[in-house]
């Protein structure tokens, strides 16, 4: 890097420093290259770390102990009611946040990458202009564009910062436990933010345009999880379009239809959780050739590669499914490209999870998209309530379930229900990723008992002799 007149130079500037962004800059600097990163917040981590991803599962973790008490009543062990400390709690969170921030910081100054605290904005393909940061500049051989995303606003709704119609960022500062809470919004995020108000004795009601939470996951694995979250929350109303929300000073006013009428209802408190949109717009990318389409996302290939030669893009601002570790792989995959090795996205199995109780996790091929795309799939499940170690733990609610090709046996997908499923489907997503067929995870021992068996259960059935419970008689 050269430093001059408050402007710099590098091999590789990365806009962003979130998953995506510290991914990449970490992989392109243990290639050799000089790396510069850019970010608005003082830390890396991006939102992901510092108002999203580890929040939330930080006060999931604190839910999941909440219910486990409970959950030991009926095997002999009493806690009492829990007491709630939401200083103690926000504590924790943020001291989360700092050993994990730190140590990236730890890393990137190991590595050699320059943090950059400021906002960067392209004036050519080569060069972008630094505010807020102690340079004026950078210019670039290459750059990685890693600023993610951010909630997506209702339409005629201002949100007041502070006020009580939250985003997911606002919701997870616990500002307090109101009395009531209207979620809208069904997917993954509601459900996650709504879990823990709800666990620490918020009475909350969710409004979900679609007929059922999580429309884009497979039903039968959303069931267990909307059987729980019927019980858990005041209210799961479905086919209810929400078009705006008004805020006063003491609550939050929704107009709702009902039996032909409109019905006002106020609420302590709102979370909206409608989706989110890319960070694309105030980068100046006019000023380059990348293009974007129009919902504002940045087009690439499967190198990550814009229409820019020397522009790379990963992360949510590229669309697609909006996961941290995706963003992390595709951002080891721009650094590989630019230092000339041969590299390209072409994961088979993408593993996600929702962590409600019970958690939800898929990867590879799901029956929705085997459907749609009219690919022939042989699936079995193997149920928990036959299950040794799910019998143990109280969690008999949920099963594991796997597709296979139906001519060779290969696994295609795999789906799982239940407690540490955020674990469990790291197995499948790797047997997936090798080609494994049904017969191969049937044949690996595992240990008893333990969840994991679920699995190989599955197989078995596939084998037509499962263990624990009594093949089926075609």
Known sequence: MVMGDMQMSTDLLVIGGGPGGYGAAFRAADLGLDVIMVDPLPRPGGLCLHK????????????????????????????????????????????????????????????????????????????????????????????????????LELSGTPRIAGGRIMDSAAALTLPDIPKNLLVVGGGYVGLELGSIYAALGCQVTLLERENRLLAQVDADLVQPVQERLSSLFADIRFGVQVDALEEQSHGVTVSLPR?????????????????????????GLEQTEVQID?????????????????????????????????????????????????????ARALPAVVYTDPQISWCGLTEQQATAE?????????????????????????????????????????????????????????????????????????????????????????????????????
């Open 374 to 474: 009219n690919t022939p799939y042989a699936v079995r499940k193997f149920p928990w309530k036959y299950s040794s170690r799910a019998q143990t733990m109280g969690i008999t609610d949920g099963f594991t379930k796997l597709l296979t090709d139906p001519q060779t046996g290969r696994i295609l997908g795999a789906g799982i229900a239940g407690r540490n499923a955020e674990s469990l489907i790291s197995e499948a997503a790797l047997a997936i990723e090798m080609g494994a067929l049904a017969e191969d995870l049937a044949l690996t021992i595992h240990p008893h008992p333990t969840l994991s068996e679920t699995e190989a259960e599955a197989a078995e059935i596939f084998q037509g002799s499962p263990t624990h419970m009594l093949p089926s008689r075609k």
């Open 294 to 346: 129009s919902r504002g996302f940045i087009q690439i290939d499967a190198q990550q590669q814009t229409t820019d030669a020397r522009i790379f893009a990963v992360g949510d601002v590229v669309g697609g499914v909006m996961l941290a570790h995706k963003a992390t792989r595709e951002g080891r995959i721009a650094a590989e490209v630019i230092a000339g090795q041969k590299s390209g996205f072409d």
């Open 52 to 151: 999203g991803c580890i929040p939330s599962k930080t006060f999931l973790h604190v839910t999941e102990l909440i219910i486990d008490a409970a959950r030991a009543e009926k095997m002999g062990i009493g806690f009492g009611r829990p007491k709630i400390d939401l200083a103690a709690m926000r504590a924790w969170k943020e001291q989360v946040i700092d050993s994990i921030a730190n140590s990236l910081i730890t890393l990137a100054k190991q590595r050699g990458v320059l943090l950059v605290q400021g906002t960067a904005r392209f004036e050519s393909s080569t060069s972008v202009r630094i505010s807020g940061a102690d340079i004026s500049g950078v210019r670039f051989k290459h750059c990685i564009i890693a600023t993610g995303s951010r909630p």
């Open 259 to 283: 039996d032909g009428k409109i019905e006002q209802h106020q609420f302590d408190r709102a979370l909206l959780a409608i989706g989110r949109i890319p960070n694309s717009g105030e980068l």
